[in-house]
Each structure stands twice: as structure tokens, then as C-alpha cells.
């Protein structure tokens, strides 16, 4: 079944979501969305923005009068959730969260709230495979191509063009390291998860994990704030040779961004620069020699400085 609705957004722009159980598409049917009908977020918290993959989340409600069973999904990839907006394009894609299915039914219409979550999320359930049949050496661009192959909703990534060499300016950095695929699996020949694996190879390269709609990107903070726009575009599994794109985006935040009584903006953790001023009067020892006329000079005029300082006399 493919349930589909739509809602407006505060500029009067429609935007589309479709939930499809089962994989089967072949029925349709309309579905009415409550008040609040779709709240997105990233994974937030203590963390800072320095995280190897950020994974977000969805929550949609709708009004139903009918018990909707098949929206319960027992695997992580059972039902597939898209939202499209009025120009026709992805701006997330993920599945409904694996768990139990419960509805009251206390009164004529009840609103559901289905909890989902995007495609990198799903490889948490993921146990990790080797690319071939046996285990092998792999360059990092067939093991991202692998791992979000796995997500089974994705068609392209971009990895930020943070490496370059003037003498080969046409080698694509990734494809040039390489990685032994036994890493991923311990002594008893137990596999990781693939989020994990994501995560490991997101460490090690210096970059953060993202998926904005059907893309997913591997970012560079550091790049970026020195001005560093230009990314390799990859097709999921396709043998063409990557391209060189550049990527910028900004967004300045206005009061048409808030629309909820008492709505609040914050920052997360973020690494701050502390500048520390010294004293204008550098001393070797913390008591100044009582027959070095200088030292004692100015250390008075030093601490007639500070309103904290308590002078004792005898």
C-alpha cells in the first residue's frame, strides 16, 4: 500500500509525503495529516559538530479513522518513507522505525504518529558483509559505495575535495586508499554493524556524514570555513568516473523561521577560541625581592590594578 498526503509550509509551497508498506506501490490511498504533520530533526544532544555521521529522524502524524496495521514495520527497511517538495525533488528519505504498532481508538478519529528514521540510521541493524565473496583489500570509495548501497534510498554522495595534488590533479583521492576488509571483523569472525563501519571510516578520514534527500554528503567543517567548496560527485554503484562540483549553502535566520509560541533557538556544543590577555608586567617570582627597588614598584602599581587584591599592613 502506498499511503500519500500533503501539507503547505508557511510560504503556501506544498510538499508531498509518501509512505509505502511492504515495497508494494501498486494501491493508493490518501491520508489525512494533523495539526503539526511532519517534525524533523538531527541527532542532537552533548555531542559536538565535529560527529563522524549525523542521523536524523522524522515524526508524522495523521488523522485516521482506520486501523492502519501495515505501518507497523518489523524490519528496518520494510516501509519506506519519502518527502517531496513542490518542485518535484527528495529533501528526505528514510523508513518507519521498527516497532510495535499501537492505537487507542478512543474516539472517532485518532491522530498516529509514526516515528521514522533515515537511511544511514537503518545500517545500525545492518551487519556488515564484504564487497566481494571473500574478504579483501577495498579502496574507500567501494566501501562508501557499499555501505550506502545498503541504505537501498540513496543515488549519489559527494566527498568534500579536501586533498590535492597539483602533480595529478585528475586522481580521485579515495579510490587511492585502501583498506582491509578484515578489520571489520573480530577474533570469532563476527562482523560490525555497518553504522559502525561508517563511523570508523568517517574518524579516520576527518569528515562528517550527512543526507540532505537522495544525496549524502562527506563534509569537511575545516574546509569549509577556509572557503573550500568544491566536492567529487559519485553515482551509487556506477562505474563512471566522479565529477568535480561546488557546493555552497547559507541561510540567514528571521522571525518567518519560527512560527510556534514560545519557540527558542539554541547552539549545540560547538569549540570555542579563549584569548588570554597577560599583564603588561612580566615578574619571575610570585614575591618580589624586598631589595630590588624595581621589582617592588612594580609590583604595586601591578596590583593597584586589580580591585580583588587585600593589602595587609604591620
Known amino acids: 500500500m502506498k499511503y500519500t498526503g500533503q501539507f503547505s509550509n508557511i510560504e503556501n509551497?506544498?510538499?508531498?509525503?509518501?509512505?509505502?508498506?511492504?515495497?508494494?506501490?501498486?494501491?493508493?490511498?490518501e491520508i489525512k495529516l494533523g495539526v503539526t504533520p511532519l517534525t524533523t530533526s538531527y541527532e542532537g544532544g552533548?555531542?559536538?559538530?565535529?560527529?563522524?555521521?549525523?542521523y536524523s529522524s522524522t515524526t508524522i502524524k495523521i488523522l485516521s479513522e482506520d486501523y492502519l496495521y501495515d505501518l507497523y514495520s518489523a524490519k528496518a527497511q520494510q516501509n519506506k518513507v519519502q518527502i517531496i517538495n513542490y518542485m518535484g525533488n527528495t529533501v528526505w528519505v528514510g523508513y518507519t522505525t521498527p516497532n510495535l504498532y499501537s492505537q487507542g481508538y478512543e474516539n472517532p478519529i485518532e491522530e498516529i504518529e509514526v516515528e521514522c528514521i533515515d537511511g544511514l540510521s537503518t545500517l545500525q541493524y545492518l551487519n556488515y558483509t564484504p564487497i566481494h565473496t571473500n574478504k579483501s583489500i577495498v579502496t574507500?570509495?567501494?566501501?562508501?559505495?557499499?555501505?550506502l548501497s545498503k541504505c537501498n534510498c540513496y543515488s549519489r554522495f559527494?566527498?568534500?575535495?579536501?586533498?590535492?595534488?597539483?602533480?595529478?590533479?585528475?586522481?580521485?583521492?579515495?579510490?587511492?586508499?585502501?583498506?582491509?576488509e578484515m578489520n571489520f571483523f573480530d577474533e570469532d569472525d563476527e562482523p560490525m554493524k555497518c553504522d559502525e563501519v561508517l563511523e570508523e571510516l568517517c574518524q579516520f578520514m576527518g569528515v562528517t556524514c550527512y543526507a540532505d534527500g537522495a544525496d549524502v554528503y562527506f563534509i569537511d567543517y575545516d574546509a569549509i570555513k577556509n572557503g573550500i567548496?568544491?566536492?567529487?560527485?559519485?553515482?551509487?554503484?556506477?562505474?563512471?568516473?566522479?565529477?568535480?562540483?561546488?557546493?555552497?549553502?547559507?541561510?540567514?535566520?528571521?522571525?518567518?523561521?519560527?512560527?510556534?509560541?514560545?519557540?527558542?533557538?539554541s547552539l549545540d556544543n560547538v569549540f570555542n577560541k579563549a584569548i588570554v590577555k597577560s599583564s603588561l608586567y612580566s615578574f619571575d617570582e610570585a614575591i618580589p625581592d624586598i631589595f630590588n627597588e624595581d621589582d617592588i614598584v612594580n609590583s604595586l602599581i601591578n596590583m593597584s590594578t586589580h580591585d580583588d587584591l587585600l593589602f595587609f599592613t604591620t
Open 140 to 147: 574507500f570509495k567501494e566501501l562508501i559505495n557499499h555501505l
Open 13 to 29: 509551497h506544498t510538499y508531498y509525503i509518501n509512505i509505502t508498506t511492504n515495497g508494494d506501490s501498486s494501491k493508493t490511498k
Open 229 to 265: 567548496t568544491s566536492y567529487w560527485q559519485y553515482t551509487i554503484n556506477s562505474t563512471s568516473n566522479p565529477s568535480i562540483v561546488n557546493k555552497t549553502q547559507s541561510h540567514s535566520i528571521t522571525s518567518s523561521d519560527y512560527v510556534e509560541n514560545g519557540g527558542q533557538l
Open 158 to 180: 559527494f566527498i568534500s575535495n579536501v586533498t590535492y595534488n597539483p602533480n595529478y590533479p585528475n586522481d580521485y583521492y579515495w579510490e587511492k586508499l585502501k583498506i582491509s
Open 46 to 54: 552533548d555531542d559536538y559538530i565535529y560527529k563522524p555521521v549525523k
